[in-house]
């Protein structure tokens, strides 16, 4: 249904904020049982990572996400069971126990 298309001269507002990269990062191991990295890929596409590989089947993950998704986060990492586990910071693996012990007293 579209009648025409052409391109147009676009000028950049000074006025618009550049968004600031995200303000917090955590750091993973991962063993890539089960397709494991595959899916951590697919899982934090929409996060700025950096990936390395240790081993043979083990990978150091950094993701950088904004503090107001650190929940959503959070459950994500604990989807993938004892294939994933958080190495840094303290404060986000003081978390994740927290979670945890609340889901035991939950059962």
């Not at 998704?69 to 003081?94: A, Y």
């Amino acid at each position: 249904r579209i009648l025409s298309c052409y391109a147009v001269e676009v000028q950049m507002d000074e006025t618009i904020p550049i968004e600031p990269k995200p303000s917090k990062k955590v750091i993973l191991e991962l063993t890539d049982e089960r397709n494991a990295l595959s899916r951590a890929m697919l899982q934090f596409s929409y996060l700025e990572k950096e990936t390395e590989q240790l081993e043979e089947n083990r990978y150091k993950i950094t993701l950088y996400y904004d503090r107001n998704d650190e929940t959503e986060l959070l459950i994500q990492i604990l989807g993938f069971g004892p294939s994933l586990q958080v190495v840094e910071p303290q404060e986000f693996i003081e978390k994740i126990k927290e979670r945890l012990e609340k889901q035991i007293k939950w059962k």
